[in-house]
């Protein structure tokens, strides 16, 4: 009998409306056979404010779970012994603080601190790029990533400390060797700078500990040979720039989540020969294979997947790996003629990449350059598919067929408790009464001097933690000490050289413009905590294309905001993107804010929204609503046009 290699670790991402739900969740995956967490944080803990914050509205427990304070953290985990878990953690911004409150549960639970292993993303980079969860400006943000590397080198050896990021490149467009190169020049940015932090004879080891999480998408043959590019880049990088010689720290360390981008809403049931396929790019091949793999839901272009759509996508890892017989083999691609050659110039346009970005002076002074390249990659890609150039099954494709019984009847979709959220804001009132405010006081006094001192924070955020501070506070300091960041939208003000199918568009924005009197004014907005903005910048981006006049501020306004800017620029419509699930409140809020202002124009909604939901927003007054199924930009376009255009006749 050939002796089996031990599988990957078997994760689903998941967490959302409390605490005390998603701990339920991960006992109940962990008796499924799954054999690491993977916690989705919601997202104002993702970006640094409590769960009663203004910006927080709406938002609480709706892409993850809620954690404010060590209370929190406490139930998150009850009855999960930490020493035991492997524990994935994505998030970044709040890093070293979700991390302090880890730490401080495990020792509440009487853990050997020193055998806890996991990985806090603590990508900072992909967040100013693709993701938008940012708080601080670059500078200051690195260095919080590097602190945390450092601390856990002399107390949590085990633990990854930095997990780069390329997972939301490509969801924002990134072609492979974007992906490739982007990605490398983050973990060469932390290097460098960890680097000056640590004892030399531990860099090495700490190199070692430098994770990656990766994307496959369904091009599963050059996504395998990209995963086998990242192999050997990054062996050559920690070789030839730092020097490590012993192989074992040079291994590239990645855990996968397969492409969300390419599920879609119309026949979803074909997302699970995606998923499958795409799991396959990053198993098949020994050499570059998976540390942890963890799979999408087949509905998750539909809304949030139920626990069983979550285990079925865990059955497919465990029967690929305990069925098959792939384990079994060595690399079943070495020496494959085709394989080595699309490697090669997959790392020869990384490279290239690479050096661009090198003579820039780095990945944090090209972070403007990286985020108009992917802006232009994605209107590219979605260009591709509105032609048919690029063929989706289902939706530019073979677009007939019997409808899905799986999609059909009450509960198809997961719908978040309603009730969370005001559960979560009481027990956190609850929280702050009941702890030592002048203990809190002192600890965040303490994090204050550290933070503009330049200590590293782990020690007195742990402290913090244990006081009693909440996730707002910890963030505030930072604030204070740092200031905030808003990142490049990448959606340059000057035309691209895109025609194809606009000519029609353009003559009927001049016709209407000629009859308002002045360009057509679009304004677009992202309400509330959503970073996600790949959909805001290609509507935009095609609106300037198109001949509108386009304002877009980015990602984290508030609703009142939003509205302002559209008032001052005498907006001719008004668009939002909301695809955290928060297109209720978010959109109510909007409304109610026209209202109060008397703005009087079209408003559409883009984002994943059932359509119950999108029938209940058309009824309060929303013109038009979009979701992933809407992939013609040019078709949206000419809506837009005919929006104002009757908007315009019945004002006259």
Known sequence: MTQKDSPWLFRTYAGHSTAKASNALYRTNLAKGQTGLSVAFDLPTQTGYDSDHALARGEVGKVGVPICHLGDMRMLFDQIPLEQMNTSMTINATAPWLLALYVAVAEEQGADISKLQGTVQNDLMKEYLSRGTYICPPRPSLRMITDVAAYTRVHLPKWNPMNVCSYHLQEAGATPEQELAFALATGIAVLDDLRTKVPAEHFPAMVGRISFFVNAGIRFVTEMCKMRAFVDLWDEICRDRYGIEEEKYRRFRYGVQVNSLGL?????????????????????????????????????????????????????????????????????????????????????????????????????????????????????????????????????????????????????????????????????????????????????????????????????????????????????????????????????????????????????????????????????????????????????????????????????????????????????????????????????????????????????????????????????????????????????????????????????
């Open 264 to 652: 879609t809403e119309q026949q979803p049931e074909n997302n699970v020969y995606r998923i499958l396929i795409e799991m396959l790019a990053v198993t098949l091949s020994k050499k570059a294979r998976a540390r942890a793999v963890q799979l999408p839901a087949w509905n998750e272009a539909l809304g949030l997947p139920r626990p069983w759509d979550q285990q079925w996508s865990l059955r497919m890892q465990q029967i690929l790996a305990y069925e098959s017989d792939l384990l079994e083999y060595e690399d079943l691609f070495d020496g494959n003629p085709a394989i080595e050659r699309r490697v090669e110039a997959l790392k020869e346009g990384a490279r290239e990449e690479l050096a661009h970005i090198e003579a820039m002076g780095g990945a944090i002074e090209a972070i403007d350059y990286m985020k108009a390249r992917l802006v232009e990659s994605n209107a590219e890609r979605i260009a591709r598919v509105e032609t048919g150039e690029t063929v989706v099954v289902g939706v530019n494709r073979w677009t007939s067929g019997a409808p899905s019984p799986l999609t059909t009847g009450d509960g198809a979709i997961m719908v978040a408790d309603p009730e969370a959220e005001r559960d979560q804001i009481a027990r956190l009132e609850a929280w702050r009464t009941g702890r030592d405010g002048a203990a809190v006081a002192a600890a965040l006094a303490e994090l204050r001097r550290a933070a503009t001192s330049g200590e590293n924070v782990m020690p007195a955020s742990i402290a913090a933690a244990k006081a009693g501070a909440t996730t707002g506070e910890w963030a505030a300091e930072l604030r204070r000490a740092f200031g905030e960041f808003r990142g490049p939208t990448g959606v340059a003000r000057a035309p691209s050289n895109r025609t194809d199918g606009l000519d029609p568009i353009r003559e009927a924005v001049q016709a209407v413009s000629a009859r308002l009197g002045r360009p057509l004014k679009f304004v677009v907005g992202k309400p509330g905590l959503d970073g996600h903005s790949n959909g805001a910048e290609q509507i935009a981006a095609r609106a300037r294309d198109c001949g509108m006049d386009i304002t877009y501020d980015g990602i984290r306004l508030t609703p009142a905001e939003i509205v302002a800017k559209a008032a001052d620029e005498r907006a001719h419509v008004l668009g939002l993107s909301i695809l955290s699930g928060s297109h209720m409140p978010l959109v109510t809020e909007v409304l109610a804010e026209m209202r109060r202002a008397g703005l009087d124009v079209p408003l559409i909604v883009g984002g994943i929204i059932p359509e119950e939901d999108a029938a209940e927003l058309r009824a309060s007054g929303v013109a038009a609503v979009y979701t992933p199924k809407d992939f013609e930009l040019n078709r949206i376009m000419m809506d837009i046009v005919g929006l104002v255009d009757r908007t315009a006749l019945a004002a006259e």
